[in-house]
């Protein structure tokens, strides 16, 4: 395969290093990346089927013996332009990636694969944009105005939205004895995203140009097909020796068509200009952007950095939480009903303070499962990467990658089992020196997005709104049963 090719290095060879830098020896980069187009689909073939993510990268690190090596990052040839990564699998060499002075992030956040910019109306949107360049200033000061208008939206809308789906659970607990929740709260959480940013409800059929009932489907028609070369195909075991090749020729061999999805794209596109004049305006008048560029950022920022990292993590929350013992879960419902005590049992922005294991369980799901997994940067200069073993030469230009659950999972900085989930980690004096560590949003849980970095504008917005799911649910549970995708019970208070 593509990686265990290609150049030699020293560090395989075992030729000792030739010098140190800050205590660390010098070592080649390990990895390499193949004969061309035959080395980069091995890769992808091994990336997705005959080892599968994340044996991919423990492998690889551990034939290196090294976090730090070179590989083929998905898609790559022949359908797209190759994508050669030094790979970044622990905590002290992924820092350079935060670091605007030595990491390009220009064009970038899924490495050298682009979608066609049709997808986006022609436009680049602010993830793809770089710090250095203006567009990036002035679109994420958008963002963030519009994310400030949405405060006094967040709590009440998202109580209305997650209880609406807590009925629906219900129901079909007491009709099927269980049920796929996930389908239900990634509907929710859509037209809760939307409505907190545009205060329209899109399937409220007295909206204009409102989507219907198949709000969740339109956008994903216009979403999925531009990111669907780096996705898993979603083939049961069984059938993979059967479907692997056409779902390997489909998805990941050549990108799709934006004509096929201009239909469904043309509708999301009409909903979010007939309603959002208000955010436009602002957009136009106090930061001097173009409204059609403004309206494109707008809704990729709404339906894909907020909506899609929000269905990733909240499956992750619910699964997490119920595979916790039943003191743990009592314990929690305990904190939430005390902190919400003086509030009439209604949860506000106040209420985190007191619930510190709360907060914990959450960051606890954001290190293991966090919604956003890989960050890219492309060297602006001759940088040493230092990893906590050795310090690597890269070369001006080269891509730099991390995969941050495993990243999140680094022994050395999480000492006590850091593959398992601990919803007590982060709780105490010494937990909360760990929740620097946690590194979801292209930056610290404990830093501040900015114009000038980029770290995710909704860092704090996603944070919030995962937090009072775990606090809605321990309002009106005692308990929560999982098996597998399946929600098989949800336990009243015993009191």
Same mark, same amino acid.
């Given at each position: 395969?593509?990686?265990?090719?290609?150049?030699?290095?020293?560090?395989?060879?075992?030729?000792?290093?030739?010098?140190?830098?800050?205590?660390?020896?010098?070592?080649?980069?390990?990895?390499?990346?193949?004969?061309?187009?035959?080395?980069?689909?091995?890769?992808?073939?091994?990336?997705?089927?005959?080892?599968?993510?994340?044996?991919?990268? *423990?492998?690889?690190?551990?034939?290196?013996?090294?976090? @730090?090596?070179?590989?083929?990052?998905?898609?790559?040839?022949?359908?797209?332009?190759?994508?050669?990564?030094?790979?970044?699998?622990?905590?002290?060499?992924?820092?350079?990636?935060?670091?605007?002075?030595?990491?390009?992030?220009?064009? $970038?956040?899924?490495?050298?694969?682009?979608?066609?910019?049709?997808?986006?109306?022609?436009?680049?949107?602010?993830?793809?944009?770089?710090?250095?360049?203006?567009?990036?200033?002035?679109?994420?000061?958008?963002?963030?105005?519009?994310?400030?208008?949405?405060?006094?939206?967040?709590?009440?809308?998202?109580?209305?939205?997650?209880?609406?789906?807590?009925?629906?659970?219900?129901?079909?607990?007491?009709?099927?004895?269980?049920?796929?929740?996930?389908?239900?709260?990634?509907?929710?959480?859509?037209?809760?995203?939307?409505?907190?940013?545009?205060?329209?409800?899109?399937?409220?059929?007295?909206?204009?140009?409102?989507?219907?009932?198949?709000?969740?489907?339109?956008?994903?028609?216009?979403?999925?097909?531009?990111?669907?070369?780096?996705?898993?195909?979603?083939?049961?075991?069984?059938?993979?020796?059967?479907?692997?090749?056409?779902?390997?020729?489909?998805?990941?061999?050549?990108? !799709?068509?934006?004509?096929?999805?201009?239909?469904?794209?043309?509708?999301?596109?009409?909903?979010?200009?007939?309603?959002?004049?208000?955010?436009?305006?602002?957009?136009?008048?106090?930061?001097?952007?173009?409204?059609?560029?403004?309206?494109?950022?707008?809704?990729?920022?709404?339906?894909?950095?907020?909506?899609?990292?929000?269905?990733?993590?909240?499956?992750?929350?619910?699964?997490?939480?119920?595979?916790?013992?039943?003191?743990? %879960?009592?314990?929690?419902?305990?904190?939430?009903?005390?902190?919400?005590?003086?509030?009439?049992?209604?949860?506000?922005?106040?209420?985190?303070?007191?619930?510190?294991?709360?907060?914990?369980?959450?960051?606890?799901?954001?290190?293991?499962?966090?919604?956003?997994?890989? %960050?890219?940067?492309?060297?602006?200069?001759?940088?040493?990467?230092?990893?906590?073993?050795?310090?690597?030469?890269?070369?001006?230009?080269?891509?730099?990658?991390?995969?941050?659950?495993?990243?999140?999972?680094?022994?050395?900085?999480?000492?006590?089992?850091?593959?398992?989930?601990?919803?007590?980690?982060? !709780?105490?004096?010494?937990? %909360?020196?760990? @929740?620097?560590?946690?590194?979801?949003?292209?930056?610290?849980?404990?830093?501040?997005?900015?114009?000038?970095?980029?770290? $995710?504008?909704?860092?704090?917005?996603?944070?919030?709104?995962?937090?009072?799911?775990?606090? *809605?649910?321990?309002?009106?549970?005692?308990?929560? %049963?999982?098996?597998?995708?399946?929600?098989?019970?949800?336990?009243?208070?015993?009191?």
């Amino acid at each position: 395969m593509g990686s265990t090719q290609g150049q030699p290095s020293k560090a395989e060879g075992d030729a000792g290093p030739s010098t140190t830098v800050n205590g660390l020896p010098i070592r080649e980069i390990p990895g390499g990346y193949g004969i061309p187009v035959l080395g980069a689909v091995g890769d992808r073939l091994a990336y997705f089927w005959t080892e599968g993510i994340p044996n991919f990268y *423990e492998n690889r690190r551990k034939k290196f013996n090294s976090t @730090v090596f070179r590989m083929n990052m998905i898609p790559g040839p022949p359908g797209f332009p190759k994508n050669p990564v030094v790979m970044l699998l622990d905590q002290k060499s992924h820092k350079v990636l935060l670091d605007n002075d030595k990491v390009e992030k220009r064009d $970038c956040i899924t490495g050298t694969f682009v979608p066609d910019l049709q997808y986006f109306g022609g436009y680049r949107p602010t993830v793809y944009l770089d710090t250095s360049e203006e567009k990036h200033t002035l679109l994420k000061g958008f963002l963030f105005e519009v994310l400030k208008a949405s405060r006094p939206r967040i709590f009440p809308e998202f109580r209305k939205s997650v209880s609406e789906v807590f009925d629906a659970w219900e129901a079909g607990l007491k009709k099927e004895g269980k049920i796929k929740f996930k389908d239900e709260l990634a509907i929710a959480a859509l037209r809760f995203n939307i409505k907190a940013f545009l205060n329209v409800d899109p399937a409220d059929p007295t909206v204009e140009a409102n989507l219907g009932k198949g709000v969740k489907s339109t956008v994903m028609t216009w979403l999925a097909p531009m990111f669907l070369p780096i996705a898993p195909a979603p083939i049961p075991r069984l059938l993979k020796p059967v479907l692997a090749p056409v779902a390997e020729l489909v998805m990941h061999t050549f990108p !799709v068509p934006f004509l096929l999805v201009k239909p469904k794209y043309d509708q999301v596109v009409k909903f979010f200009r007939a309603n959002s004049k208000e955010q436009l305006d602002l957009a136009e008048t106090q930061f001097g952007l173009n409204r059609d560029e403004a309206l494109q950022n707008l809704m990729f920022t709404t339906c894909f950095n907020s909506w899609g990292g929000i269905q990733i993590l909240f499956p992750n929350i619910i699964k997490r939480l119920a595979s916790t013992s039943p003191e743990f %879960q009592r314990e929690l419902r305990e904190e939430v009903r005390k902190a919400t005590g003086e509030s009439g049992g209604l949860i506000t922005p106040a209420s985190f303070s007191s619930m510190p294991l709360l907060q914990s369980a959450v960051y606890e799901v954001l290190r293991m499962d966090p919604p956003v997994p890989s %960050q890219f940067g492309r060297a602006r200069e001759d940088l040493i990467v230092e990893s906590h073993d050795a310090a690597f030469r890269v070369k001006k230009g080269e891509m730099l990658a991390c995969y941050l659950p495993v990243i999140g999972r680094d022994p050395k900085i999480f000492t006590s089992d850091p593959q398992d989930y601990n919803p007590k980690r982060f !709780v105490g004096e010494e937990g %909360q020196k760990l @929740v620097q560590y946690v590194l979801w949003s292209n930056g610290p849980q404990t830093g501040s997005p900015t114009t000038t970095n980029k770290q $995710c504008a909704g860092k704090d917005f996603l944070t919030t709104v995962a937090q009072l799911l775990v606090a *809605e649910v321990y309002l009106r549970y005692e308990r929560i %049963q999982v098996d597998g995708d399946n929600l098989v019970a949800l336990s009243p208070p015993s009191v």
